[in-house]
């Protein structure tokens, strides 16, 4: 399990969002690297070490799921945009009906961006709480 959660680590994350979680990978194979040098089966603190193995690794699994999951989540509410903005009518309106049209239509998509915008916002927020990242850089 530790192995399969370690690999799986490395090998998802993608090259801009490896330099999130660099420092907690570092030190995740500093804890673990023992057990590939040192440790054997039988050597007498190998349960103490593989559960403290277990847990770093576990931890940074679950930060890096959670990056994928709100990199799905933001996919998500940015797909919302994937739509032409405006629709051409079949019959033909007046210059007072087009404006009325298009500043509903307008103000709907305003609607849209700003609540789309909280999710993104939040999602991020809970991204970079994950990883401890600095807010300022």
Known sequence: MIVGNFNHIIKCLHPVEEPLVKKKIQE????INPGIETHKWKSQDINSFIAK????VDTLFETVKKMKYS???VTDALEVF???IIE???KPMTPDDYDQYLKAL????IGKVKEQGNIIHKLVKEVLDAVKADKKG
């Open 28 to 31: 995740m194979e500093v804890e």
């Open 53 to 56: 193995s277990k847990l770093v």
């Open 71 to 73: 990199l799905e989540k």
């Open 82 to 84: 994937n739509v032409k």
């Open 88 to 90: 051409r009518k079949s």
């Open 106 to 109: 307008f103000s709907n998509k």
